[in-house]
């Protein structure tokens, strides 16, 4: 096999329900270039080690990386910076081990529009997000047709623009990246996505090419979270202070509404009708884009309702 052009990063544990699907959309792509797959197993109990090294002996272009101890349990993660040895390719993709890739010229497309585009650092597309809950299915993204991502966009709705299994990038952004982007435990792809936004051009496809499940593993970070609790927003409003700062301020007034809106909510912590009366907690409120504002109205004036579409949102039902 010549160099390869593209290495996948897989980063998986506990997946052995799904690691097939995710393996089988790699070995499916049809390019006009070798590409490579690292798969990290971070110390998986169940069979999903024995799945990775089937796949591995039959495709030489698996490289499997086994660790014998789980790195995220010891706040190791940043595990993916100690892939840079096994990766070879100008880009990298990825897709963790519960996701998967649905069209077989994915990787063919994204490495077109990077080589025609050098000014550009990354290209993502498009997903179906499939709740393993319920079956269900939606498309992820707020964007519906090709378009450059905007840097307020990740900012404000970081959860509708993409996801993981959507990315191809140039290997030195995906690899070399700012302290900032590892200030939030477990989180990795909002600070980088805000870095590459903020340093040069990412470019989305409209394609649906790939799924990603949610709710697929009770052990994984995602399943974790309470996303209702505060206590997740002061790392965020670290990393975004960090990031303002790397930027040299020429962010600013776009970083400065997403600082603002978790120091909302921490000091909302305590909730009442009367929370607009704070002089510090209105004055920000003012500055609130619109969907924050009617949260923020809701739960201090209507909680049962705001506690009900927690529940529902979160499928607990527990109101």
Not at 165 to 182: E, G, K
Request: net charge negative; with cysteine.
């Amino acid at each position: 096999m010549d160099s390869p052009l593209v290495t996948i990063i897989c980063c998986t544990y506990n997946h052995e329900k799904y690691i097939r699907d995710t393996l089988e959309g790699f070995i499916s792509q049809e390019t006009d270039f070798d590409y490579e797959v690292v798969v990290h197993d971070d110390a998986s109990t169940d069979g999903t080690s024995s799945i990775v090294m089937e796949y591995a002996d039959k495709y030489p272009f698996i490289i499997p990386v086994v660790e014998k101890e789980n790195l995220f349990s010891q706040g190791k993660f940043r595990a993916f910076i100690n892939l840079k040895e096994y990766s070879s390719g100008k880009y990298v993709a990825t897709c963790e081990g519960d996701d998967y890739w649905t069209d077989p010229h994915k990787l063919q497309k994204q490495v077109d529009f990077l080589e025609a585009h050098e000014e550009y650092a990354m290209c993502v597309h498009q997903c179906e997000r499939l709740d393993c809950r319920t079956g269900e299915k939606a498309l992820y993204s707020m964007y519906s047709e090709d378009r450059n991502v905007e840097l307020e966009d990740i900012l404000s709705n970081w959860g509708s623009v993409y996801q993981t299994a959507t990315v191809l990038v140039r290997s030195d952004i995906y690899f070399d990246r700012p302290d900032f982007c590892s200030a939030i435990r477990g989180v990795a792809d909002w600070p980088h996505a805000l870095y590459v936004c903020g340093s040069s051009k990412i470019r989305f496809l409209g394609n649906c090419m790939s799924v990603y499940r949610f709710y697929s593993n009770t052990d994984s970070w995602t399943s974790s979270q309470n996303f209702a609790s505060t206590d997740r927003y002061k790392p965020e409003i670290e990393m975004l202070n960090m990031a303002d700062e790397y930027f040299d301020g020429r962010f600013h007034s776009l970083i400065w509404p997403a600082v603002a809106v978790r120091k909302f909510w921490i000091s909302g912590a305590e909730w009442n009708k009367g929370f607009l009366k704070v002089d510090y907690m209105r004055e920000v409120y003012s500055r609130l884009p619109v969907t924050e504002k009617i949260k923020a109205l809701i739960k201090g004036y209507c909680p049962f309702i705001s506690k009900v579409y927690r529940s529902i949102k979160n499928g607990t039902r527990n109101f």
